[in-house]
């Protein structure tokens, strides 16, 4: 299986801030590489996909990037409705695995 | 919209059964890959297993954890996707969710989740 490594597992960083939270492939994944945000006691919603896309209806302020097994969420500036954790995800093959997770707060 | 709803978690006890359900709508289910993530409580994201369309055969594939023990099937008469779970053990024990497998290889849109408790 191939395991994918989130760093940090929790941040915690001011309203404006520029964010980026890493995901490691520990294998090359290409660019099937994918970006939840997950708010507590809701479901995870889809941001990024194929390492750069940005799905539809997610703000702007989000981007992704990396290919290969090094990979790249950004916020580059920090909202209020941010705080959520987040998720990155391989595609590449099955099983379809997920990282631990990286838990962001507002200071 | 696309509309995803869970039903049919509960308690069970060891070595149970349960059918979970999604209803869809607002796509043409029978063109969709689908698929059921769960959470454990506190815990991050795992792919129960995924259904390709009819056309492509329908074929399954299922996580290691579940595999024999888990069945995905869908009835595209009803736009519906189901998960019966046999052999529950308490560490199946999440919140599983369905979710669309859309082209890009992306879990892009999710159903609210329902809850799975399994105990004695």
């Known amino acids: 299986d191939i395991q994918m490594t989130q760093s940090p597992s929790s941040l915690s960083a001011s309203v404006g801030d520029r964010v980026t939270i890493t995901c490691r492939a520990s294998?090359?994944?290409?660019?099937?590489l994918n970006w939840y945000q997950q708010k507590p006691g809701k479901a995870p919603k889809l941001l990024i996909y194929?390492?750069?896309s940005l799905q539809s209806g997610v703000p702007s302020r989000f981007s992704g990037s990396g290919a290969g097994t090094d990979f790249t969420l950004t916020i580059s500036s920090l909202q209020p409705e941010d705080c959520a954790t987040y998720y990155c995800?391989?595609?590449?093959?099955?099983?379809?695995?997920f990282g631990q997770g990286t838990k962001v707060e507002i200071k | 919209e696309v509309h995803l709803v869970e039903s049919g978690g509960g308690l069970v006890k060891p070595g149970g059964s349960l059918r979970l359900s999604c209803a869809a709508s607002?796509?043409?289910?029978?063109?969709?890959?689908m698929s059921w993530v769960r959470q454990a409580p506190g815990k991050g994201l795992e792919c129960v297993g995924l259904?390709?369309?009819?056309?492509?055969?329908?074929?399954?594939d299922y996580a290691a954890p579940v595999k024999g023990r888990f069945t995905i099937t869908r009835d595209d008469s009803k736009n519906t996707l189901f998960l019966q779970m046999n052999s529950l053990k308490t560490e199946d024990t999440a919140v599983y969710y369905c979710?669309?497998?859309?082209?890009?290889?992306?879990?892009?849109?999710w159903g609210q989740g329902t809850l799975v408790t399994v105990s004695s």
């Open positions: 995800q391989q595609s590449y093959n099955t099983p379809r695995t």
């Open positions: 259904i390709k369309n009819e056309a492509e055969g329908g074929a399954r």
């Open positions: 607002g796509f043409t289910f029978s063109d969709a890959w």
């Open positions: 194929v390492a750069s």
């Open positions: 979710a669309t497998f859309g082209a890009g290889r992306k879990f892009d849109y």
């Open positions: 294998q090359s994944i290409s660019s099937f």
